[in-house]
């Protein structure tokens, strides 16, 4: 099937750094991406959509100008935590939506751990 | 809205064992439905997916029936392996969104 990637697999930082994440689609074009959040032993949380060529669309809850989401070409996107602190470690995960004869599906990377100390 | 109810885990089997995961979904208009697992330390990946009703996904020997009548979407394997042991997430996707169900641990034994 189709691969996502992610970059880098497990981050620890200090608090008050910013930590990019970045999430390529490897083997298709990708207009749209996702970004989720998953705390231990709990499901996955949809943090926001990241449109190519345009802003992400967040959802209710999620701070815009803490969790900054850049999608510059077909195969990237990019989340930074800015001034990470503590309570945003946490599992993030991307996807990547793949659309193929009139099907779509979404395309999961293998996570990036972010521990904030 | 739309939501995704499975049932709490762990489960836990002996190897050869037959496993369901129960699933149900409430959604409006026509969703599709997805089992991903994740193993440990691991991202999520499609386990097997159903775009309509009555549908049928299959994949590794595990299989799923889309039911519109009973909103359900029931993961089942004949015979679980210890390499199935990971968390089982079952989801549907409608207007463009994913929704989650909270997983369920499966743990199986040799």
């Known amino acids: 099937g189709a691969v996502v990637s992610q970059h880098p697999s497990w981050v620890i930082c200090k608090s008050g750094t910013s930590v990019k994440i970045e999430c390529r689609s490897l083997?298709?074009?990708?207009?749209?991406m996702f970004w989720y959040r998953q705390f231990p032993k709990q499901s996955l949380m949809l943090m926001a959509t990241s449109n190519e060529g345009s802003k992400a669309t967040y959802e209710q809850g999620v701070e815009k100008d803490k969790f900054l989401i850049n999608h510059a070409s077909l195969t990237l996107s990019t989340l930074t935590v800015t001034s990470a602190h503590p309570e945003d470690s946490s599992f993030y995960i991307c996807?990547?939506?793949?659309?193929?004869?009139?099907?779509?599906?979404?395309?999961f990377g293998p996570g990036t751990r972010l521990l904030v100390l | 809205g739309d939501s995704v109810t499975q049932m709490e885990g762990p489960v836990t089997l002996s190897e050869e064992a037959f496993l369901t995961i129960n699933c149900t979904y409430t959604?409006?208009?026509?969703?599709?439905l997805f089992w991903y697992v994740q193993y440990p330390g691991e991202g999520l990946q499609l386990l097997l997916k159903?775009?309509?009703?009555?549908d049928k996904g299959s994949n590794k020997g595990f299989e799923a029936t889309y039911r519109k009548e009973t909103t359900s979407f029931h993961l089942e394997k004949g015979s679980v392996q210890v390499s199935d042991s990971a968390v089982y997430f079952c989801a549907l996707t409608n207007f463009n969104k994913f929704y989650f169900g909270s997983g369920t641990k499966l743990n199986v034994k040799p």
């Open positions: 959604a409006t208009g026509y969703p599709s």
């Open positions: 083997d298709f074009q990708a207009t749209t």
């Open positions: 996807s990547a939506r793949m659309t193929s004869g009139g099907q779509e599906t979404q395309y």
């Open positions: 159903a775009t309509k009703a009555d």
